[in-house]
């Protein structure tokens, strides 16, 4: 077993590899929608338009800017509607409160209408093998 | 032929509402002539609607233009294969065809069920014949594709370049086909309730419609997802668009119905909630029709501006009304008779396989509609893109897979202590995956995923290995084999599930590993993307069919050899738009993805190049998941099909039981 230490060390630290001027345009790019074309983000998007953001997105951040800095400029340039996702704010907590919210109000309604009630009915042990087996 | 079909669907139009009447009449006043009558005619919107659609399709083979619908759609160019798809490619033959599907299933549904099914099929084929009625009088009304023009044009517009794919000839036929396949299991489920047999008869009788309508909805995803990552050139297979989750919300409630079915039939539970999945299965199906159709995600002003949408809107909300109207009428009689003696226990992982089901397709739905909703009450036009979408439904799709595998590991009703000693391998798997994968891979999502992977994945084998083991008396692998052969239901949805398993791993390895370049480069240049080294060779052209064609030539070295690659970029003169046709080398660990994205007349040529990992095991996923469910589907010749429901009484430990029942 000995061998499988550096073997592991060194898949780990050939993944670690650190993030890529590519990747980080990338990510900033998939959380702006092409303003030019139905549905797509800049990331994706195959037209002119989005081709001229992901440039001006690559050498803002060679010039140092975040991307937070880079996202309110284009916000800035062609309103919110630029943005992949909405705002967490206003309406817009909506999205992510709502799905929570349902998960949370299904899984209690579950408990707590059949969480107990095993009460009195329950089989002896045992009883319930019946069907565990592959039916 | 724009005649006999316009007269051909006022003909079906008549024959279904005389259909409904008699039927009506019959039950109402309890005359089983004229219910006899309204069935026999019932069979009969399905042959004249074929008609119709022959006619259409006759129009579009012999390019007779006079027919708007024609001309828009198709060229004097367009091939054979396009001119008949083309009759589902444009919006007024796409609703002929869903309407044509609904009346073939209508007629389907009442000979089938007519002697098996007696009380219940008139009501269910009333049902059906409503839903049909709206269906041909939109068509006949405001969408008719038999609309003709005076003054035919020479030559048609033909069909939109993008659609060129075969990935789009059977992808919205199969979306199609699981759509209006629900209505059968819901027309049922209406005779259940109007009726007061509220057993599980409807859902026996419509198990092999609910899992063919499934199946196809959700091979229909998947062709989908092929298309748009062979045509569409922007690196991916699922951009979360709102026509692609129209599709996928009835998908999941869909699968959520088709999970609780399994429980009301062996245990006799959740009827309520059986009934409410169904209705909302099938109303989510009309609103997926709906929101293709309508454009209404779009904007809400073109939405406001679509003829179809009132109506269609009107009968959304009356199908939902007159459903939940039915259930709360009954609710007393839906009442579960034997209670849930503990939620530790398969019924309990079905609850929450169901919440968690809903849950997902609520946050679809609602990141779907909320552009519009954002539109309406703030005035703001905002997007709802792909971040969102992953980030919601990601954990929620690890949870599911979670649940996949406690719930193959917990027996019904009750676990035992012993029941829990199933869980020791795969945990231990999923602990051990998880290690492992923590040390190699940072991402916690991944880790998540894969962790959960492995965990579903040896309970589902393991499940396998201790049928097989009851079996032993016929030696292993037979025992293995008979699994199919005697419990086919159970061990084909198995197979349903590993399918899903393996798309799930290139769904998370294609999301978290893609790596991406843009280069612009010259003849003879060279480039890497992830493990590949690419020289760009030069630029060619060509003509292609209807379109001036262009490829670069690529040579991608991996290392151990080499091949050579040719995006495309296509303009069609007469669209005005050039479309880029990647070109893909495709491999179980990654896939080379190259786009060519632009180019200059001496050369020079701008390439975006994906390596997606591991995209390969969507489609293997895909294809075997169609067949995990159709053995799952197939008749079980021995018993019958007669469903081996428990009944909830007691058996004292001293029966003997039946060899095959002593399990682990």
């Known amino acids: 077993m000995r061998w499988v230490l550096p073997f592991l060390a060194l898949l780990v630290t050939s993944t670690v590899a650190a993030q890529t001027l590519d990747d980080r345009v990338r990510e900033v790019a998939s959380r702006l929608m092409c303003p030019v074309c139905a549905g797509r983000t800049v990331a994706e998007s195959p037209s002119e338009l989005a081709a001229q953001m992901r440039d001006l997105i690559r050498r803002k951040l060679q010039q140092g800017e975040s991307p937070e800095e880079i996202i309110a400029y284009f916000v800035d340039r062609y309103g919110e509607g630029v943005l992949a996702e909405p705002p967490r704010h206003g309406l817009g907590t909506l999205l992510w409160v709502a799905p929570l919210l349902l998960i949370a109000g299904g899984a209690a309604f579950v408990v707590l209408r059949f969480g107990r009630g095993t009460g009195t009915t329950e089989p002896p042990d045992g009883d319930e093998e019946l069907d565990a087996d592959p039916l | ?664």
């Open chain 2, 1 to 664: 032929m724009a005649r006999l079909g316009a007269a051909a669907l006022w003909i079906a139009l008549g024959a279904t509402l005389y259909s409904i009447g008699a039927i009506v009449y019959g039950v109402v006043r309890r005359k089983a002539l004229w219910v006899e009558s309204g069935l026999n005619t019932a069979l009969t919107p399905a042959p004249v609607l074929s008609t119709a659609l022959l006619a259409l399709l006759t129009a579009l083979l012999t390019h007779d233009f006079r027919l708007v619908y024609v001309a828009q759609n198709t060229s004097l160019e367009t091939p054979l294969l396009y001119r008949v798809s083309a009759l589902w490619g444009g919006q007024a033959g796409s609703l002929l065809f869903w309407t044509w599907m609904l009346a073939g299933f209508a007629a389907l549904a009442v000979l089938r069920h007519r002697r098996t099914d007696p009380d219940l099929i008139p009501y269910a084929a009333a049902v059906l014949l409503g839903v049909l009625a709206f269906f041909i009088g939109l068509v006949a009304v405001l969408e008719n594709p038999f609309r003709t023009v005076d003054v035919p044009p020479a030559d048609g517009r033909g069909l939109n370049p993008l659609l060129l794919d075969p990935g789009m000839v059977i992808h919205p036929p199969l979306l199609y086909l699981g759509f209006v396949g629900f209505s059968v299991p819901y027309a049922f489920a209406m005779a259940a309730l109007l009726t007061g047999r509220l057993d599980a008869g409807w859902i026996s009788a419509t198990r092999r419609w609910t899992l063919a309508a499934w199946l196809a909805l959700g091979a229909g995803l998947v062709a989908g997802g092929w298309w748009a990552y062979r045509v569409l050139g922007w690196g991916g297979y699922w951009g979360w668009d709102p026509v692609e989750n129209a599709a996928l919300v009835p998908w999941l409630v869909g699968t959520a119905y088709v999970h609780s079915a399994v429980v009301q039939e062996r245990r006799g539970m959740f009827a309520a909630w059986t009934m409410t999945l169904v209705v909302l299965t099938f109303a989510l199906a009309v609103l997926g029709t709906f929101l293709t159709r309508t454009g209404l995600v779009a904007s809400v002003h073109t939405f406001a501006r679509s003829e179809i949408a009132p109506p269609f809107l009107l009968f959304l909300v009356a199908l939902l009304g007159a459903s939940f109207g039915l259930v709360a009428w009954r609710w007393e009689d839906l009442r579960d008779p034997s209670p849930l003696v503990s939620l530790i226990s398969r019924e309990g992982a079905f609850l929450f396989n169901n919440v968690l089901f809903l849950a997902f397709a609520f946050a679809v739905l609602l990141g779907t509609l909320f552009p519009v909703l954002s539109e309406a009450v703030r005035g703001v036009q905002v997007f709802v893109g792909p971040p969102y979408f992953r980030q919601v439904t990601a954990p929620q799709g690890i949870a599911l897979l979670l649940l996949m595998g406690i719930g193959v590991l917990l027996p019904w009703r009750r676990a035992s202590g012993r029941a829990l000693q199933r869980f020791r391998i795969p945990v231990a798997c999923m602990l051990g995956t998880g290690i492992a994968a923590g040390l190699l891979l940072q991402r916690p999502g991944v880790v998540a995923a894969l962790a959960a992977v492995a965990f579903a994945a040896s309970a589902t084998l393991q499940e396998y290995h201790r049928g097989a083991q009851a079996r032993a008396s016929l030696g292993y692998l037979r025992g293995l084999w008979q699994l199919f052969g005697d419990r086919r239901r159970r061990y084909g949805g198995y197979l349903a599930h590993l399918a899903v398993l393996v798309m799930a791993v290139g769904i998370v390895a294609s999301h978290a590993y893609v790596q991406e370049r843009e280069v612009t480069v010259r003849p003879g240049e060279r480039f890497t993307v992830g493990r590949y080294e690419i020289t760009y060779r030069g630029l060619r052209a060509g003509r292609a069919p209807n379109a001036e064609a262009a490829w670069g030539v690529l040579e991608v070295h991996d290392g151990s050899g080499w091949v050579e690659l040719r995006p495309l970029r296509l303009y069609y003169p007469r669209w005005d738009q050039p479309v880029s046709r990647p070109a893909i080398r495709s491999t179980l660990r990654d896939d080379l993805y190259a786009v060519l994205a632009a180019f200059t007349p001496d050369g020079e040529a701008t390439l975006r190049v994906w390596v997606n990992p591991m995209v390969r095991w969507i489609w293997i996923g895909g294809v075997a998941f169609v067949l995990g469910t159709l053995v799952a589907a197939w008749p079980e010749g021995r018993r019958g099909g007669v469903s081996r429901r428990i009944e909830p009484v007691r058996i004292t430990p001293e029966l003997p039981r039946p060899v095959e029942e002593v399990g682990s």
